[in-house]
């Protein structure tokens, strides 16, 4: 008899934020962080439209960073068809002539999951704002709620547009380094800590295991405790060294790759969990799954209540039979409680009634792994035997991660 590997199945999960245009030195240190700001002058090109500014007007100039937003070169992003339940009809695709690896922040207006979600929990009302936001300042490192960004009122199929990152509120372009552009620039270091990510990846105070909790995640389990020093652009916008607009007379220097990998590219999240078999006691029926995030600087899975992770272990014969076999879901909490079938009546008179009751209907389930967490799960499978060794098992394989 043997051990089948036990595989983790990994649903779509996080993206983090940006960071485009050069600007200069005087550093103003602002926080605990080391921000700066600087201004430059102001120059002849604006962006009347805000945030609703089409990303094709950026890419004209900055055309090696456009190409890796729109199109997500030199990734493996993919944006496979999936359905909202295994009993639903209808298969979800992005639109025809999207491309199958752009990112996560070209497609945020047009990604149908989320469109069909808004559709069936909340009859279209326009909710999923950080899809489309208005031009915003940093929060705090230190802030203790995060509201949700104003929405725009235009150019929503242009989701998270190259303005919705560095547009400032009063109409500059924001980057990390000075350079002369044809626009108003203003250096804000900021962009490149995980504060420019907060307004978006994170909403509410913070509740541990709950969902939308992503920066805070971050900031309280891995930045704070010391785990590491590595911001959301560290690990989803790896660096490269290259002219940030090609046709002007500017310097290379190191530039963030507007990928922003995360759920939707399986070296991301192959990366975040391990998972090792152990067994306590030779004649014994009990193993223990240790499942450790050593890869990720927030929990998996985070962000959405439906984003998942399964750990399915299976119990197979010489002749591949299947002994036994058990399946554990992982998956944030909807609101401030665990996900439960005894408050289904409740959900019906409740905000959020069919997404909370989507939640509680799959019923109470695996908290997700925080950063750094090692968590050690407790099976003893049931055969028909009495005792595994009667079935004569010979060893427990380490599990492999797919």
Not at 47 to 68: L, Q, R
Not at 123 to 134: A, D
Not at 258 to 283: C, E, M, V, Y
Not at 309 to 335: C, H, K, S
């Amino acid at each position: 008899m043997r051990w089948r590997p036990l595989h983790l199945i990994v649903l779509p999960a996080l993206a983090g934020v940006a960071s485009l245009i050069d600007t200069a030195p005087n550093h103003t240190p602002q926080d605990s962080i080391g921000f700066s700001r600087v201004a430059f002058a102001a120059q002849s090109l604006t962006f009347p439209d805000g945030a609703a500014t089409s990303s094709e007007v950026c890419g004209k100039c900055h055309k090696a960073i456009y190409k890796k937003y729109s199109e997500g070169f030199g990734s493996d992003l993919s944006w496979p068809s999936m359905k909202t339940a295994p009993t639903s009809a209808s298969v979800l695709a992005l639109p025809a002539g999207t491309s199958g690896s752009a990112t996560a922040h070209a497609v945020a207006g047009i990604d149908p999951f989320p469109l069909d979600a808004l559709e069936r929990e909340s009859g279209g009302k326009q909710c999923i704002v950080c899809h489309f936001p208005q031009p915003f300042d940093y929060p705090e490192l230190a802030v203790r709620k995060i509201e949700k960004p104003a929405a725009r009122n235009e150019n929503h199929q242009a989701g998270i547009t190259c303005a919705s990152c560095h547009l400032t509120p009063d109409g500059r372009i924001r980057g990390p380094y000075g350079v002369n552009a044809p626009h108003a620039t203003v250096q804000d270091s900021a962009i490149q800590t995980s504060v420019a990510c907060a307004f978006c990846h994170a909403e509410g105070e913070r509740v541990i295991s709950k969902q939308t909790q992503t920066f805070f995640e971050w900031r309280d389990d891995f930045y704070l405790p010391g785990l590491g020093r590595q911001h959301c652009q560290d690990c989803h916008m790896p660096k490269t060294v290259r002219k940030l607009a090609e046709d002007f007379d500017v310097p290379e220097r190191p530039s963030a790759r507007h990928l922003w990998t995360g759920g939707h590219s399986l070296q991301r999240t192959r990366g975040a969990l391990a998972l090792n078999i152990t067994q306590p006691d030779k004649g014994s029926d009990q193993v223990l799954l240790h499942i450790t995030n050593i890869g990720a600087g927030h929990s998996v899975p985070t962000g959405s209540n439906r984003r998942a992770v399964y750990l399915v272990a299976q119990v197979v014969g010489n002749n591949d039979q299947i002994l036994a076999t058990r399946e554990w879901m992982f998956a944030p909490w909807f609101g401030n409680r665990p996900d439960d079938r005894a408050f289904l009546e409740a959900d019906k008179n409740g905000p959020a009634p069919i997404g909370a009751g989507q939640a509680d209907a799959q019923g109470p389930h695996e908290t997700i792994i925080r950063a750094g967490e090692a968590r050690v799960i407790s099976w003893e499978p049931k055969t028909s035997h009495r005792h595994l060794s009667d079935a004569g098992v010979a060893d427990l394989r380490p599990q492999s991660l797919q």
